[in-house]
């Protein structure tokens, strides 16, 4: 089994181009897909503590140590600190549910979820509500998270620190105003969500970027008819006929040329392998135009309940 390739991230460590999306991947379910997936030659798992599995993400990682199918150097493991953890003096807390779920002495890297905050009830209100059912908000300025996170970094428990759901004005701002730059932005990209320009301005500041979603979250709760299934694209399907490749394998494909790291989630031991299987083709110019073309700016993950935040990413003319 050949290594995945991998990016540098600013910090000189190496980033697998392929890791194992996590959301979504339920209790046992999901353990057993990061054992199968180590033995399919994935190094890179995308954790959360959001996705409430972190426990069963971490006896996965135990066990194929423990196991010796794998050294913890040679893996690459990301969390993400939790909109309800915004307060500063609860970064470090947020941060530390996640190490021990995950049975870790430190994290490869670790993200700011979101720029926007939420109120902190208790562990288990996820999104907190009021009583008139609306979101309740913490407002605190990211760039404080930041400088935690940074501490966190310079203590030796994180190697690499980055975000996610971050537009161009919020990550200058941790470019002016902080020390250390981000390593990474995640954020979702697939062929019907291209984000050309802000994947431009990240590699033009060296900052990798990871795509989420990159097939579309076909199984997403809140996924309606109406809108449009990637995975069952007529132009992908005829790439993917031609190239006898599978309509994953060429958006992934698709996402890897243009220097974008995926994150595809499987619990399917054959997708989980499929997934992984994209190192011994390429696509012509012509498809990758083609592909682009597909562009509807259409978002499956576009984070509702945080409109109206100071600091949602994704509105018109964004200011702060
Ligand atoms: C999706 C949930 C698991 C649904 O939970 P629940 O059934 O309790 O309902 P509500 O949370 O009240 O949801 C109300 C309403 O909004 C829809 N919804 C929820 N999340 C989204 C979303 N991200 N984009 C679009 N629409 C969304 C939900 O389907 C309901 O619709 P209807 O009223 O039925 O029409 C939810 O609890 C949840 O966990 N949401 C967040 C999930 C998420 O986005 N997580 C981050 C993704 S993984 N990232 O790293
Ligand atoms: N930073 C952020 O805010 C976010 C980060 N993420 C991260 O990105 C990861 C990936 O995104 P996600 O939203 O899960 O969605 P994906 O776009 O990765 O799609 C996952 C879905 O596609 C199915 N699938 C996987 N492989 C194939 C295949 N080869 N052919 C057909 N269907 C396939 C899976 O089903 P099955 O399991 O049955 O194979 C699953 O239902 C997440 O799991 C999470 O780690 C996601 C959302 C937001």
């Not at 046992?28 to 069963?56: F, K, L, P, S």
């Not at 190697?159 to 020390?179: A, D, P, T, Y």
């Not at 390429?282 to 259409?298: R, V």
């Amino acid at each position: 089994m050949e290594n995945v390739p991998t990016v540098r991230l600013q910090t000189g460590y190496a980033m697998p181009l392929v890791g194992l999306g996590t959301w979504q991947s339920l209790k046992e379910e999901g353990q057993t897909a990061v054992e199968c997936a180590i033995a399919c030659g994935y190094r890179h798992i995308d954790c959360a503590w959001m996705y409430q599995n972190e426990d069963e993400m971490g006896k996965a990682i135990t066990k194929v140590i423990k196991e010796n199918k794998v050294q913890r150097e040679e893996l690459f493991i990301t969390s993400k600190l939790w909109s309800i953890f915004h307060k500063p003096e609860l970064v470090r807390t947020g941060f530390m549910k996640s190490l021990n779920k995950l049975n870790l002495k430190y994290l490869d890297l670790y993200l700011i979820h979101t720029p926007c905050g939420n109120k902190y009830v208790d562990d288990e209100t996820i999104i907190p509500q009021g009583s008139d059912g609306k979101t309740l908000f913490d407002d605190t300025d990211y760039v404080k998270i930041w400088k935690v996170l940074e501490d966190l970094q310079k203590e030796g428990l994180i190697r690499s620190i980055g975000v996610s759901n971050f537009n161009k004005h919020q990550i200058n701002r941790i470019l002016k105003e902080c020390s250390v730059p981000p390593a990474v932005n995640q954020i979702e990209i697939n062929p019907y969500l291209v984000q050309k320009d802000l994947v431009d301005f990240c590699n033009n500041k060296g900052i990798v970027v990871t795509a989420f979603s990159p097939l579309g979250s076909p199984t997403r709760p809140w996924v309606s008819p109406e809108e449009p299934a990637l995975l069952k694209d007529p132009s992908l399907e005829e790439i993917a006929k031609r190239l006898e490749k599978s309509v994953a394998q060429v958006i992934l494909r698709y996402l890897i040329e243009r220097k974008t790291v995926v994150i595809p989630k499987s619990t399917s031991p054959d997708r989980i392998k499929s997934n992984i299987e994209l190192f011994d083709f390429e696509l012509t110019k012509k498809d990758m135009d083609a592909i682009g073309s597909l562009n509807q700016d259409f978002r499956v993950l576009a984070w509702p309940w945080l409109v109206g935040h100071k600091y949602y990413p994704f509105k018109e003319n964004y200011s702060e």
